[in-house]
């Protein structure tokens, strides 16, 4: 079993739409979360750090459950810019752990 | 902000060439920096951690004797892959912590698109 699931989508949304993306992680010592961006062929780039209590940045929400293992990404009001793959990422203290990224489209 | 370099972003090379990757943080020193592959549609594979001054420590399934790391300062670490073949053609991307941050976060290198003949 892969450390970090997500599902892979594609999500195809429409310009302003809110749009969530789930993933969960099996390694319960895992410490530190994050959601990073990936444009095609390129590097990954922070986009959040996710902390138990939820926090948002902007558009952005994200939050943790570590009972449940769960993680949570909300992107209000879709801009085109957004189209991405979001990956969720699981740091367990000696390695980052990636998962397969969902991707997302915002369509005009 | 903290800067990863990669040199080169791309190689395009015939089966059985090693090619040398060099990963650099050039704003920030880094005791270890981390090597990563990915192929298309995939994650991030972790390959190896890269220690300077010492051994890299790689994961398992990965070839040590294939994928030569070199941390010789705290500012470089570079990747040769040796006798590369088809199956290699990948997308490796380096990263290095910045320990001097609250979150020891990590930092990407833009990464080198590598395509073996």
């Known amino acids: 079993r892969k450390e970090v699931e997500q599902d892979p989508g594609p999500f195809n949304v429409p310009e302003g739409a809110t749009v969530a993306f789930n993933c969960t992680y099996s390694?319960?010592?895992?410490?530190?979360f994050f959601w990073y961006r990936q444009d095609c062929r390129k590097e990954p780039k922070l986009l959040m750090s996710?902390?138990?209590s939820g926090n948002e940045d902007g558009r952005f929400t994200a939050q943790l459950n570590r009972a449940s293992q769960y993680i949570s990404l909300l992107i209000r009001d879709s801009k085109l810019s957004d189209s991405a793959t979001y990956l969720c990422?699981?740091?367990?203290?000696?390695?980052?752990?990636f998962g397969k990224g969902t991707s997302l489209l915002v369509t005009p | 902000g903290a800067v990863v370099s990669q040199h080169p972003s791309w190689v395009i090379c015939k089966s059985g060439t090693s090619v040398k990757i060099e990963c650099r943080s050039l704003d920030f020193q880094a005791t270890t920096m981390f090597w990563y592959r990915q192929f298309p549609k995939q994650s991030l594979m972790l390959m190896a951690t890269?220690?300077?001054?010492?051994?890299?420590?790689?994961e398992q399934g990965v070839e040590k004797d294939k994928f030569l790391i070199n941390h010789a300062s705290l500012t470089l670490s570079t990747l040769t892959v040796t006798s590369a073949h088809p199956e290699d053609s990948s997308f490796y991307i380096c990263?290095?912590?910045?320990?001097?941050?609250?979150?020891?976060?990590?930092?990407f290198g833009p990464g080198t698109r590598l395509t073996v003949l």
């Open positions: 890269s220690n300077e001054g010492s051994k890299a420590t790689y």
């Open positions: 990263s290095a912590r910045d320990e001097s941050r609250a979150y020891n976060e990590q930092f």
């Open positions: 996710v902390y138990s």
């Open positions: 990422v699981a740091d367990s203290g000696y390695a980052l752990n």
């Open positions: 390694n319960s010592a895992s410490q530190s």
